[in-house]
């Protein structure tokens, strides 16, 4: 159990807090766990960069436990009515479709590698972003002004992203059986 992922391991214990806070209309402090949890995921990758101690687990677990966040934090801000459920639907079955794609890999035996792409990764920080923008909103009123652009956004980046990794599962596919023959 290397540091990194003991860190990632405490975002995800944050989750269930998290949703208390949200639940509790407590969204200040929501927004804080959020922040916290946000901050310990760039601490644990700037720590197993800095250290060489990235791992197996690590390439797992880490995008794991932000997937947890991310969907906890949409479908509890769906059900309070503070983000638009249509955003909720797509952003929890882009992370549906993902997990159907490594499970389908590893059961047609295709080597499953772990590695977000760039259009992944400005998905996952408009996600965040949508999401603090609603928590922000009683502190910093984001929402009146950048709340729909954002979401928006935020849509068509996750629908972009579930296409991307789809045109990537298919040629992999392609590629290994291409190889086989």
């Not at 391991?9 to 969204?27: A, C, E, G, K, Q």
């Not at 909103?137 to 629908?159: C, N, Q, S």
Request: net charge neutral; charged share 15%; proline share 3%.
């Amino acid at each position: 159990m290397t540091i990194p992922n003991l860190i990632t391991s405490l975002r995800v214990i944050l989750v269930p807090i998290f949703v208390i806070y949200l639940l509790d209309d407590r969204l200040t402090a929501a927004l804080i766990v959020f922040v916290i949890a946000g901050v310990s995921d760039g601490v644990d990758g700037m720590i197993a960069r800095a250290f060489n101690q990235k791992s197996q687990i690590g390439a797992f677990l880490d995008p794991l436990a932000d997937k947890i966040l991310l969907v906890a934090a949409f479908v509890v801000l769906a059900a309070r009515e503070f983000i638009p459920v249509w955003l909720t639907v797509v952003a929890i079955s882009r992370d549906v479709l993902i997990l159907l794609g490594v499970v389908i890999l590893f059961i047609t035996r295709h080597e499953v590698v772990m590695c977000p792409s760039v259009v992944s990764k400005i998905t996952t920080f408009f996600q965040l972003l949508s999401i603090f923008v609603v928590l922000s909103d009683e502190k910093l009123h984001l929402r009146a002004f950048a709340g729909e652009p954002v979401f928006w956004v935020t849509a068509a980046l996750t629908i972009a992203s579930g296409l991307h990794y789809m045109r990537y599962w298919f040629r992999k596919m392609s590629e290994e059986e291409t190889a086989r023959s």
